[in-house]
């Protein structure tokens, strides 16, 4: 096992410190699970300028041979949250996996190909809708709507005042989303409108069956987050180690409060990543 270098922060909690040591003690069995915007990736106005930390890859490639896996859970579209992360290729990384649309889809990095299933017919239905819906509502001015392919997304942060935008939303948009048989996800400034079913917290327990893992590390920052926060919670009452880390504490405050361990962003997680990676011997 490995010795902590002094660069690491350590877990506040019981259950935190004994996830870290069985990192530590059994890395090959253990799976590393990021969620990408606000962890990986610094959060922009826009998304499509978000991309990852310029010392994510490194990070990750640093690490990825020494544990069974590491994979990026996100609500974005596998292929895009790749492209954005520029994980392709990347050496070291042969053992990425990305889990896009909350684990709809798949890339694995030693294919590179993209597997999905087909579209809920209710997001084709909610596209023609949301804009005149928004229209007709008054909620047109400083919102905004993302395309996620299978999924989409209202954003308030540009809005004079987002939080009141953002409130405002939230029931028309869920009343939309039930309609068409589609689930809201609340996130920070931002109302995802997708298929129910696939959440984090599924796609990550799914994820760990496959590969078997003994011990796993998430990191998120956000509400979507903490459906993957409860299965680990779940995973470690069924005697499986689990460390969990918050990006950022300030926004989303119900995951900071169930944290192993509360980093200010993407910066320190990815300095925690590294410093991870050095304190596991081969």
Known sequence: MGSHPHSMPMPVTAAGREGLEALLRVPRR??????????LADIVPDPDQARAHPGAVAALSALAPKVASVAVITGRPAGVAVRYGGFAGAAGLEHLVVLGHYGAERWDAVTGIVHAPAEHPGVAAVRAELPGFLDS???WRGTWI???GRALAVHTRRASDPDAAFAALREPLAELAARHGLMVEPGRAVLELRPPGMDKGVALTEYLAETGAEAVLYAGDDLGDLAAYA????LRTDGMPGLLIASGS???PELASRADLVLNGPSEVVAFLSALAEAIRD
């Open 231 to 234: 299965a680990v919670e779940k």
């Open 137 to 139: 509502i008054g909620a």
């Open 30 to 39: 253990s799976v590393v699970a990021l969620d990408f915007d606000g962890t």
């Open 146 to 148: 993302e395309e996620k």
């Open 250 to 252: 300030a926004e989303v």
